[in-house]
Structure formats: structure tokens, C-alpha cells
């Protein structure tokens, strides 16, 4: 048989370094892209972990349903508010012991952003030994979808309708990567499904530097279900988030800022928000100022790489 060429495409099968430790079938929404992110992170760091979840909606497969599993890693289901508490003892524990096991806390914006914050702030000021990665879906979607502080500004949930007294949710978000970056950690960084090789490079920096203390990555992953997403363009909505500056790709060490993937000429935003059924609504003025509320957070983090000596703006 003659020897398979190597494509551009095959360049992320080189990050692998396990079988797939997943069923062939998941317990998540069609559509989902969640379900490729608990594949590749697997697939990438390996077995030689420990990985805790709280309830969430990647809960029903990491803790198992019944008496059953769907996957064949070390796991261990905790609270919302114990979440990086839990991993803090774990990973202590594994240091004390001598043994070299990679503790992940992998955990929806809710938990992160909101419920479980504060554990997570306090991890990130002692500089405990583990990766924490953060699925941002943008709101609490295993529960009903309601919002969370990482829901955009002006998008519909159950809890920020869409009616003649509101027009979906009126604030805007916490940008929860940059706060974690600015407690000036070993690593933290940015992610999405459509940039894989950028996402499997930031999986293995975070692996070598949580032997320095906390990494945190925060991945992109929209909700079809709660988004009004079709079920076969999750994929294509990270690649316009991240075309648009909606949602740029960037890592830093101890507070050091580079971009990963730099736009030469980004997208409106108005391409990206036409996919996505919750901005239904929006006015033409309501994604202007959505606009230029994007245009402020890359020219905010553009001078955060100057002031790193990395501009790439």
C-alpha cells in the first residue's frame, strides 16, 4: 500500500499521544462542540491525568450516568464551589507523593466565571500546580439556559428575555480569560475548535508550565441548543468569532501578552452574529455598538502585547 501524504490538516494528528478514551456516542446535544473538546483535550494530554467536573453540561458524561461510564480517564465529580478547591488537594496530594500526574479542572463559564470564582481567583494567587480549562457556551445551558456573566450583551436567554420591556441581556461580559491572565499566572490562553493546531499547542504549553503553577484555558464553544445554532455549523461560528476579533486567540505567561493567530483584515461582526439565533432581534444599531464594542476590547488587548515587547497590531 503506498504511504498515505501528509496534508495541512494532518499536521494536528501529530499532537495525539492516546487513543480516544470515549465511547463512541456521548450524552450531549446534537451538534454539540463540547463533545470534540473532551475528545482532543483527552487525546492530547494523554491518560496520565486526573480530571474533576462539576455539574455542567459535560457532567453526564465525565461523571458516568447509572452504573456506567462513557470514558476510560481517572475523573472526580465535585460542587461548583469546590471545583478548584478540589483540584488544589489533588494536585498536592500527587506532588507530595512523588507521582507526576496532570491534574485538569475542566468546567462551564458558570462555574468559572460565577459559582465557582472565587476558588478558582484563590488558585490562581497561591499558584497551585494544575490546568484549569473553562468551555465558555456563554450562559448556565445545562439548567435552562440562562445567563452567566460571560452572555454577551444583548443576546436572549430565559433569564434576559426578548419583549416589549427588554431586549435581551444589558450588560456586557466578563472577560474571564483576561481577568485569570491578570493575576499573572504561569500560563493562561485562549482557544476555539476551528484553530485545532493552536488549541493542541496551548494544551501541551499548559501541561509543562502547571509544574510552575496554575495554567487556565478558556475555549470557545458555542451551545446549538441554547445559541439557536444549526446543529452542523458549531465549527463555522468559532472560526467567525475568531475572524471577527469576537474572540481572539491569545496566550500569556505571567502576564506576558502574544497573539496566536493575528486577523489581517477582520470580519464585521454582523458575519458572525447572523449565524446565531439568540441576536435574532438585534437592530441594526444594537450590532454597531456590539461592533464597537469589539473594536475597544482587541485595541485594549493589542496594547497589552506592546506593553509585553510582542505587538503583532
Known amino acids: 500500500m503506498a504511504e498515505k501524504k501528509k496534508g495541512k ?21 446534537a451538534g454539540c462542540p463540547l463533545e470534540l473538546v473532551v475528545r482532543f483535550v483527552a487525546r492530547v494530554l494523554g491518560r496520565d491525568m486526573v480530571i474533576t467536573g462539576t455539574p455542567s453540561c459535560s ?51 458558570g462555574c468559572a466565571a460565577d459559582v465557582g470564582f472565587q476558588p478558582l481567583s484563590g488558585a490562581a494567587e497561591r499558584n497551585e500546580n494544575f490546568i484549569y480549562i473553562c468551555y465558555d457556551n456563554e450562559g448556565y445551558m445545562n439548567t435552562g439556559i440562562q445567563r452567566s456573566s460571560t452572555t454577551p450583551m444583548g443576546a436572549r436567554t430565559t433569564t434576559t428575555p426578548v419583549g416589549a420591556a427588554r431586549k435581551g441581556k444589558e450588560t456586557t461580559p466578563k472577560n474571564l480569560p483576561l481577568i485569570m491572565a491578570m493575576h499573572k499566572v504561569p500560563y493562561a490562553a485562549t482557544a476555539t475548535l476551528s484553530h485545532l493546531e493552536d488549541f493542541a499547542k496551548k494544551l501541551n504549553r499548559a501541561k509543562e508550565k502547571r509544574k510552575e503553577g496554575l495554567a487556565y484555558i478558556h475555549v470557545f464553544s458555542p451551545c446549538p441548543t441554547g445559541w439557536g445554532v444549526a446543529m452542523d455549523l458549531g465549527i463555522e461560528v468559532c472560526r467567525r468569532a475568531v475572524r471577527t476579533n469576537y474572540f481572539p486567540l491569545w ?29 435574532r432581534h438585534l437592530t441594526e444599531e444594537d450590532v ?15 496594547h497589552l502585547t506592546e506593553f509585553s515587547g510582542a505587538s503583532q497590531c
Request: with cysteine; hydrophobic share 40%.
Open 59 to 109: 457532567a453526564p458524561v465525565m461523571m458516568g450516568q447509572n452504573m456506567g461510564a462513557w470514558h476510560k480517564l481517572a475523573s472526580y465529580g465535585t460542587l461548583m464551589t469546590g471545583a478548584a478547591s478540589t483540584a488544589t488537594g489533588l494536585s498536592r496530594y500527587y506532588r507530595k507523593s512523588g507521582q507526576d500526574v496532570t491534574v485538569v479542572c475542566f468546567n462551564g463559564d
Open 251 to 279: 496566550e500569556a505567561e505571567r502576564g506576558q501578552f502574544k497573539l496566536t493567530h493575528k486577523i489581517k483584515n477582520p470580519r464585521p461582526i454582523g458575519e458572525y452574529i447572523s449565524l446565531i439565533g439568540k441576536f
Open 9 to 29: 490538516l494532518s499536521k494536528v494528528f501529530n499532537y495525539f499521544v492516546d487513543e480516544d478514551p470515549f465511547a463512541g456516542g456521548l450524552a450531549f446535544c
Open 288 to 302: 454597531a455598538r456590539i461592533q464597537e464594542g469589539v473594536n475597544r476590547d482587541y485595541a485594549f488587548l493589542c
